[in-house]
T-cell receptor, first 115, second 114 residues
């Protein structure tokens, strides 16, 4: 069965610091998809990125970057020069190829960025 | 384009009652999934509907049910409410049922069971 682990339940940083959120996953499928979502206090989950299991290229989008390593089953997320607006709960999720749109979420990491 | 809408946003019920939550997906989206979010269990998949058919179901008791209408709008129903059903219920829509598609989440319905 699939599983996603986010070992860091809460991280606190000061504005402009870099921060990395860890995500480790388990699946027996060879084809799967990994996601990161942001949940601000309003509650709505905001999609950040999707990566399929055959694409191990790192991705950068502005201050956000993602490091996918199949060898260690990890899909880590780094925010560079954090800002107060980055404060939220971040979820890593996994979807196996034949599971339709069913997402298995990690427990989430609450990021607090202090001014 | 309007996003995913969920009604009502807040709901208070008492144990033993039943409740119906509604989700309107983004126009053109045919897949709707439901998730329950609680502080103890986190985000858990309830079920997914695609073209009015339930495609996947999570590990929840039969008191949790859902359906999808021909216009892709979906409802979920919880019967015989228990205190542990208090949660944020999130709905997500996707253009198709393919795993690779991005899912867009609604703001959620916060259900409190007293």
């Amino acid at each position: 069965a699939q599983k996603v682990t986010q070992a860091q339940t809460e991280i606190s940083v000061v504005e402009k610091e870099d921060v990395t959120l860890d995500c480790v996953y388990e699946t027996r499928d060879t084809t799967y998809y990994l996601f990161w979502y942001k949940q601000p206090p309003s509650g709505e989950l905001v999609f950040l990125i999707r990566r399929n299991s055959f694409d191990e290229q790192n991705e950068i989008s502005g201050r956000y970057s993602w490091n996918f390593q199949k060898s260690t089953s990890s899909f880590n997320f780094t925010i560079t020069a954090s800002q107060v607006v980055d404060s939220a709960v971040y979820f890593c999720a996994l979807s196996e190829n034949n599971a339709g749109n069913m997402l298995t979420f990690g427990g989430g990491t609450r990021l607090m960025v202090k001014p | 384009k309007a996003g995913v809408t969920q009604t009502p946003r807040y709901l208070i019920k008492t144990r033993g009652q039943q409740v119906t939550l509604s989700c309107s997906p983004i126009s053109g989206h045919r897949s709707v999934s439901w998730y329950q979010q609680t502080p103890g269990q986190g985000l858990q998949f309830l079920f997914e509907y695609f073209s009015e058919t339930q495609r996947n179901k999570g590990n929840f008791p039969g008191r949790f049910s859902g359906r999808q209408f021909s216009n892709s709008r979906s409802e979920m129903n919880v019967s015989t409410l228990e205190l542990g059903d208090s949660a944020l219920y999130l709905c997500a829509s996707s253009f198709t049922g393919a795993t690779r598609n991005e899912q867009f989440f609604g703001p959620g319905t916060r259900l409190t069971v007293l």
